[in-house]
């Protein structure tokens, strides 16, 4: 695999919801999305997948996340990323273990309303992983930092891309 190849692709459908503050699915124009609403508190997507064995496993990933506004047309969105590492006896599935969160903050949203934006974080390969390996299951949870953003109305996330760095 090359570095900058896509690794993983994550739509709304494969959201496994948390059991509170999650967002929720919705369409626009036919188009699946999951809201995440600004409600001064934070709400989550679960995603889950195994590494590929064409990832390198030496210098990390990146998440682009796709995503547009409801309606705000001004203002800032903040989106995290934290993976959860299953692996091999890695880790017990009854509680959760993400590691730290990595984040995108003070993006300025689209200037027009339902037009798409790509944002992207950045993960060294190791603790920031979760020190996730090739072959191993993983989770990823997907925030809207709707604490400390202030864009009004629901983000809408579209797609979550990775990609070998």
Same mark, same amino acid.
């Given at each position: 695999?090359?570095?900058?190849?896509?690794?993983?692709? &994550?739509?709304? *459908?494969?959201?496994?919801?948390?059991?509170?503050? *999650? =967002?929720?699915?919705?369409?626009?124009?036919?188009?699946?999305?999951?809201?995440? %609403?600004?409600? $001064?508190?934070? +709400?989550? =997507?679960? &995603?889950?997948?195994?590494?590929?064995?064409?990832?390198? @496993?030496?210098?990390?990933?990146?998440?682009?996340?796709?995503?547009?506004?409801?309606?705000?047309?001004?203002?800032?969105?903040?989106?995290?990323?934290?993976?959860?590492?299953? @692996?091999?006896?890695?880790?017990?599935?009854?509680?959760?273990?993400?590691? =730290?969160?990595?984040?995108?903050?003070?993006?300025?949203?689209? @200037?027009?309303? $339902?037009?798409?934006? %790509? /944002?992207?974080?950045?993960?060294?390969?190791? =603790?920031?992983?979760?020190?996730?390996?090739?072959? +191993?299951? &993983?989770?990823?949870?997907?925030?809207?930092? $709707? %604490?400390?953003?202030?864009?009004?109305?629901?983000? +809408?996330?579209?797609? /979550? +891309? %990775?990609?070998?760095?």
């Amino acid at each position: 695999m090359a570095s900058g190849d896509t690794l993983l692709t &994550f739509h709304p *459908y494969n959201n496994e919801p948390p059991t509170g503050t *999650y =967002a929720t699915l919705d369409t626009r124009n036919s188009h699946p999305i999951l809201d995440f %609403i600004h409600t $001064g508190t934070n +709400e989550n =997507a679960i &995603f889950s997948a195994i590494m590929p064995r064409n990832y390198a @496993g030496t210098t990390g990933v990146t998440a682009y996340i796709h995503y547009s506004m409801t309606s705000a047309v001004t203002g800032t969105v903040d989106w995290d990323i934290a993976f959860e590492r299953i @692996g091999d006896q890695q880790q017990d599935v009854d509680i959760n273990s993400f590691a =730290a969160p990595q984040s995108v903050d003070n993006t300025d949203v689209p @200037g027009v309303s $339902g037009l798409v934006d %790509i /944002v992207s974080i950045s993960f060294t390969n190791g =603790a920031q992983m979760d020190n996730v390996a090739v072959g +191993e299951l &993983f989770r990823i949870m997907v925030t809207r930092d $709707g %604490i400390n953003d202030d864009a009004t109305g629901d983000a +809408e996330l579209h797609a /979550v +891309e %990775i990609k070998e760095t």
